[in-house]
């Protein structure tokens, strides 16, 4: 999607009345908030990177952040949107909690499985 995108934003000439082209792209900010998509784009999933692009049109389009600030956001959503690539330490794990009388450890997160284990 942003291979297609990308290459659509090259190829013409920026043009704020083209619907295909976020307008936030055609800032002078776009060259480098395409780069930061880029660099995340093979860890973001197809539903988040519609979200980012989205987000980051809503908050273009309200003209409330500097250009430092509004490349920032790009950063923190496009890493938000990695989490689940991401292998440090600081990841966040459910906890889990021990399963009746048994020694199965399950996470709290559960969805009526319990019944399961009587099978």
Request: proline share 6%; charged share 30%; hydrophobic share 40%.
């Amino acid at each position: 999607m942003l291979r297609r995108l990308s290459q659509k934003f090259e190829s013409t000439p920026a043009d704020d009345n083209d619907p295909s082209i976020p307008s936030f792209l055609t800032s002078p900010t776009g060259p480098r908030i395409a780069d930061i998509i880029a660099a995340h784009a093979e860890k973001i999933h197809d539903d988040s990177f519609v979200k980012i692009i989205r987000q980051l049109e809503f908050w273009y389009k309200q003209q409330t952040l500097s250009d430092d600030e509004f490349v920032a956001l790009a950063e923190r959503l496009a890493v938000v949107a990695t989490w689940r690539e991401d292998t440090g330490d600081d990841k966040f794990v459910i906890p889990k909690v021990r399963f009746g009388k048994t020694e199965v450890m399950i996470p709290i997160v559960t969805c009526g499985g319990m019944r399961v284990q009587e099978t």
